[in-house]
């Protein structure tokens, strides 16, 4: 069954009136939480398009090619997406049931702000109400400054393109250590744990970007410490 028949399923038993961020809380156990992370997507994207206003086509484009949604399925996603933007619910409100319901990990919190920043990002310009909106879903999400300034650097076009930074550590670390980092980065991005993790196979194609950003950034400072 795809997640996207998973949606719609959950989504027809919603009561009547009921929000999605209702539904959020009965999704807290595997499998379930595959559908949860999706919806949460979708749900936070539809909260971030009020930040700067607007939906263009190329954030939908992007949204596609974060979770590969097939033609047929396009009118379930849609319709996440509108009763979120209807839903009297905050989007502070979302990210707080969201952390609640991921909170024996944050790796699934973080692959879910990718996907909010391959989305922002996808119109070329990187509103500063969208940034302001994802440094407070970062906070509410219990992500460091650290860690969302790694991510920060590796989505927007205008953003600090230092090596350290993308990959989350201090630039006076002996390189041995930061190659421990790096190969711990790798290993999160594997599909079977980011699966294991929540995240539904539709949107393992999120490690792709951050498996060549950190590649990237481990050869420049691998480079520089060895020249």
Not at 160 to 166: E, G, I, L, S
Not at 176 to 200: C, F, N, T, W
Request: net charge negative.
């Amino acid at each position: 069954m795809s997640i996207w028949t998973r949606i719609s399923q959950a989504i027809a038993a919603l009561a009547q009136g009921e929000g999605l961020s209702g539904l959020l809380d009965r999704l807290r156990t595997p499998p379930e939480r595959s559908v949860a992370f999706t919806i949460a997507v979708i749900a936070l994207s539809a909260k971030m398009a009020k930040a700067d206003g607007l939906v263009t086509r190329d954030e939908v484009t992007a949204f596609r090619e974060v979770f590969h949604i097939p033609t047929e399925e396009e009118p379930n996603a849609a319709r996440v997406f509108n009763l979120a933007r209807q839903d009297v619910a905050g989007f502070e409100e979302y990210a707080r049931r969201i952390r609640a319901m991921f909170a024996e990990t944050d790796g699934t919190l973080c692959d879910l702000m990718e996907g909010l920043f391959h989305i922002a990002i996808a119109d070329g310009h990187y509103h500063p109400n969208e940034d302001a909106f994802l440094a407070r879903v970062a906070e509410i999400f219990e992500i460091d400054d650290k860690r969302f300034a790694a991510l920060r650097a590796r989505f927007v076009p205008d953003a600090p393109r230092d090596p350290y930074m993308v990959l989350g550590v201090d630039p006076d670390l002996p390189l041995d250590a930061i190659r421990k980092h790096y190969r711990q980065l790798v290993r999160e991005s594997h599909p079977d744990v980011m699966i294991a993790r929540g995240v539904p196979e539709e949107a393992v194609g999120l490690a792709q970007k951050r498996l060549a950003d950190i590649n990237r950034a481990w050869e420049e400072i691998r480079t520089r410490e060895t020249a």
